[in-house]
């Protein structure tokens, strides 16, 4: 990419920009306060409040800081569903993009995204390391532990900030769109302010409980953010396809092709997970029959990856090129 088109990027996508500048500044700096930080917080923990925001009504019969997000991700399945249907509310098929994209930046967000990362760097959280004397390691090192030790070992990054994050989804189908109206984008950066509070809220919470040191949840949230932020621009195109739609020039989409398109990649973040787990295992475990995961996840991934692509490739094809140019 030349310098002028990295500067007219950079002009036009002020927001991604200052996430990657953000992300880079904090992974720079937080492994030389990530530890001291962290026990900090935990020495000033407040109970009552850990307890209410790590714990769900799903889980416990309680209520906790997680059902919002809960809750809101439900409501946005159903309505997806409901709009995929060429007989439901007129209402909701006009959001169909925008509820499409809320399935689909959640499962990569708060599922691929999470539990690859946690699986392939295996860090180990902060109550292991300070009361069990596991090895500490910084956000972006490989830890102690391994798939075969349990999928919820790995620290990096944290599942339950990331979930409280996914208000933000609403957030860009509110104010994402430059043709929504001023009221509808103010509700959005609203809602994306709520987003960031509520995840910051729980960021705080894991980390005062030892469960997540503060790079996990800072670190993880600036991922997603980046994440959402590409699914919805570049990914989707959700405003491109807003606009074809009040054109009267979009044809309809394949048939759930957000909810399939995120199991696809669900499928491939598996195989390329177990792939690069097995990678792993060979330069530290040596023989270990982890080993076998390498050929088992490069398959998976192959396979999961060229039906990712040919799914993709029809939504262009039926629904971003009805417009004509799609400015691909």
């Known amino acids: ?111 691929c995204l999470v539990h690859g990362t946690k699986w392939i760097i295996g860090r180990a959280r902060p109550k292991e390391v300070v009361y069990q004397q596991l090895a500490y390691s910084d956000w972006f090192e490989g830890g102690a532990h391994f798939i075969n030790e349990g999928i919820y070992r790995g620290s990096f990054p944290s599942g339950h900030t990331l979930a409280a994050f996914l208000i933000m989804l609403a957030a860009y189908a509110l104010a994402g769109d430059p043709q929504h109206s001023r009221g509808l984008k103010l509700v959005g950066w609203g809602v994306g302010a709520l987003a960031v509070v509520y995840a910051g809220a729980m960021s705080v919470a894991r980390v005062m409980s030892l469960n997540h040191w503060v790079s996990d949840c800072l670190l993880g949230m600036l991922l997603a953010w980046l994440l959402m932020h590409s699914c919805y621009c570049w990914v989707l195109r959700v405003p491109e396809q807003n606009r074809l739609r009040r054109a009267g020039q979009q044809a309809r989409s394949p048939r759930l092709f957000e909810l399939r398109l995120g199991l696809l990649v669900l499928g491939c973040t598996a195989g390329v997970t177990l792939a690069l787990l097995g990678l792993r295992a060979v330069f530290v475990l040596q023989l270990h029959p982890l080993v076998l995961l390498l050929p088992v996840g490069t398959l998976l991934a192959v396979f999961f990856i060229r039906s990712t692509i040919s799914l993709y490739q029809s939504f262009q094809q039926r629904v971003l090129h009805a417009g004509g140019d799609s400015q691909l």
Do not use: C
């Open 1 to 111: 990419m030349t310098l002028f088109s990295f500067r007219q990027f950079v002009a036009d996508n002020p927001l991604f920009a200052t996430l990657v500048l953000l992300f880079g500044l904090l992974g720079a700096v937080l492994p030389g306060f990530d530890y001291e930080l962290t026990l900090w917080f935990s020495r000033h923990q407040n109970q009552a409040f850990t307890e209410f925001m790590g714990r769900s009504f799903f889980e416990s019969g309680l209520p906790g800081g997680a059902d919002l997000v809960i809750f809101a991700m439900l409501a946005a399945l159903v309505g997806y569903l409901l709009a995929s249907f060429e007989k439901g509310p007129k209402a909701l098929r006009n959001w169909l993009p925008s509820f499409g994209f809320a399935v689909f930046g959640a499962i990569v967000s708060a599922v």
